[in-house]
């Protein structure tokens, strides 16, 4: 068995920090992700050896810090304050960003100002619809009101960078619904928008009771809406599935996108520091053990580091250099990615600025036959 050792890392060259807090109330009904019900004295365990964990990266500088799940605000005061401390001796960034994810049946506002007293300026809330009936089959114990009653609450506190989740395509939604959500959540104003497309993943109760996705018609039409709405109303694509009002795009987020090195601390968080990829064991019992980065390492190659660079980079608005792509292949390869690029411009689903490339708004659609093609 492996304990808990330090990454082998530089410190220097690593600069954000993701956390993972499985714990729920609740279980959505479409959620896949690594995730358990809140028991007090499994959780107080968790936080315990996740606090060791942190520990031993002996980090000094941090520019982004996010702490996801799971639900992180289902976590008492005294629970995620001790985390919290640890986190607030580590020097940050001037310009660094702090996020945690939130519930609103979850949240009140003794967290909020606990959130905000050790740095937290981000907060993340899970939205994903306003429908009385779709939250229900969700499982998502939130209305309208306590929506609008928790930002105000927020707002009121000093939080000016708040993002909200919606989901589309989700059984029995439709364009009247989607509608009506897209409209109030522009009327929440926030900073932030992050937009999913019902995916149906194993390990989710909507795929045990054989649910089928949306149609790929339905769905291309309820995102076309939401984007030209958004876009409308002031909201920058700056990646295929989100959108923020300027200056305020999520860093942690373009850290990833950017193929930039992270650690992740927690049971199922994944790293990726000096050109490795690696994941933290999901079973929660081997953690509480000290057991982490046992599982699915990855050593990338040229061609993996190649893959991540076009396959994340195309996602983004600003897309990538291709003269720092060419540096680092043969003329063979170049000559392929020439061609392959070429095709693409003709058909207008890629655009290039100099020696930027990036997806047209039908290519950013497509991306998985580009890539495809590419790689």
Same mark, same amino acid.
């Given at each position: 068995?492996?304990?808990?050792?330090?990454?082998?890392?530089?410190?220097?060259?690593?600069?954000?920090?993701?956390?993972?807090?499985?714990?729920?109330?609740?279980?959505?009904?479409?959620?896949?992700?690594?995730?358990?019900?809140?028991?007090?004295?499994?959780?107080?365990?968790?936080?315990?050896?996740?606090?060791?964990?942190?520990?031993?990266?002996?980090?000094?500088?941090?520019?982004?810090?996010?702490?996801?799940?799971?639900?992180?605000?289902?976590?008492?005061?005294?629970?995620?304050?001790?985390?919290?401390?640890? #986190?607030?001796?580590? !020097?940050?960034? &001037?310009?660094? +960003?702090?996020?945690?994810?939130?519930? *609103? /049946?979850? %949240?009140? $506002?003794?967290?909020?100002?606990?959130?905000?007293?050790?740095?937290?300026?981000?907060?993340?809330?899970?939205?994903?619809?306003?429908?009385?009936?779709?939250?229900?089959?969700?499982?998502?114990?939130?209305?309208?009101?306590?929506?609008?009653?928790?930002?105000?609450?927020?707002?009121?506190?000093?939080?000016?960078?708040?993002?909200?989740?919606?989901?589309?395509?989700?059984?029995?939604?439709?364009?009247?619904?989607?509608?009506?959500?897209?409209?109030?959540?522009?009327?929440?104003?926030?900073?932030?928008?992050?937009?999913?497309?019902?995916?149906?993943?194993?390990?989710?109760? #909507?795929?045990?009771? !054989?649910?089928? &996705?949306?149609? +790929?018609?339905?769905?291309?039409?309820? *995102? /076309?809406? %939401?984007? $030209?709405?958004?876009?409308?109303?002031?909201?920058?694509?700056?990646?295929?599935?989100?959108?923020?009002?300027?200056?305020?795009?999520?860093?942690?987020?373009?850290?990833?996108?950017?193929?930039?090195?992270?650690?992740?601390?927690?049971?199922?968080?994944?790293?990726?520091?000096?050109?490795?990829?690696?994941?933290?064991?999901?079973?929660?019992?081997?953690?509480?053990?000290?057991?982490?980065?046992?599982?699915?390492?990855?050593?990338?190659?040229?061609?993996?580091?190649?893959?991540?660079?076009?396959?994340?980079?195309?996602?983004?608005?600003?897309?990538?250099?291709?003269?720092?792509?060419?540096?680092?292949?043969?003329?063979?390869?170049?000559?392929?990615?020439?061609?392959?690029?070429?095709?693409?411009?003709?058909?207008?689903?890629?655009?290039?600025?100099?020696?930027?490339?990036?997806?047209?708004?039908?290519?950013?659609?497509?991306?998985?036959?580009?890539?495809?093609?590419?790689?």
């Amino acid at each position: 068995m492996k304990k808990n050792k330090p990454i082998k890392k530089r410190s220097d060259e690593v600069t954000s920090l993701y956390i993972h807090i499985p714990f729920c109330l609740d279980i959505c009904s479409y959620c896949s992700f690594l995730h358990c019900f809140y028991v007090e004295k499994l959780a107080n365990s968790y936080m315990d050896k996740l606090n060791e964990e942190l520990d031993t990266l002996n980090i000094k500088y941090l520019k982004t810090i996010y702490i996801g799940g799971g639900t992180p605000s289902c976590l008492p005061l005294f629970l995620i304050e001790p985390l919290l401390k640890k #986190l607030d001796d580590i !020097k940050k960034d &001037e310009h660094y +960003e702090f996020t945690i994810e939130c519930n *609103f /049946d979850s %949240i009140d $506002e003794e967290k909020l100002k606990l959130y905000k007293r050790y740095g937290v300026n981000r907060l993340s809330f899970g939205v994903e619809s306003f429908d009385e009936n779709i939250l229900k089959d969700m499982h998502r114990h939130h209305d309208e009101k306590r929506v609008r009653e928790v930002i105000n609450l927020a707002r009121m506190l000093g939080f000016n960078n708040i993002n909200v989740d919606l989901i589309y395509g989700y059984p029995k939604q439709g364009m009247s619904i989607l509608k009506s959500d897209v409209e109030k959540i522009l009327s929440l104003d926030v900073e932030h928008i992050s937009t999913y497309a019902l995916s149906i993943e194993e390990r989710s109760e #909507l795929h045990a009771k !054989k649910i089928k &996705e949306c149609d +790929e018609d339905i769905s291309r039409t309820m *995102f /076309d809406y %939401i984007y $030209e709405t958004l876009t409308k109303n002031g909201y920058i694509r700056y990646e295929t599935s989100n959108f923020s009002k300027e200056h305020f795009t999520s860093k942690h987020n373009l850290v990833y996108w950017k193929n930039l090195p992270y650690y992740g601390i927690g049971a199922g968080a994944a790293s990726y520091v000096d050109n490795c990829r690696f994941q933290n064991t999901e079973n929660i019992a081997k953690y509480l053990k000290g057991i982490t980065s046992e599982e699915k390492k990855e050593k990338l190659s040229k061609k993996d580091q190649l893959f991540y660079k076009f396959m994340l980079g195309l996602r983004l608005k600003e897309g990538i250099s291709l003269n720092n792509i060419y540096d680092e292949v043969d003329n063979f390869t170049k000559r392929k990615y020439e061609q392959v690029i070429n095709h693409y411009l003709k058909t207008k689903l890629l655009e290039q600025k100099k020696d930027i490339l990036m997806t047209t708004y039908e290519g950013s659609l497509l991306l998985d036959l580009i890539l495809k093609d590419l790689l």
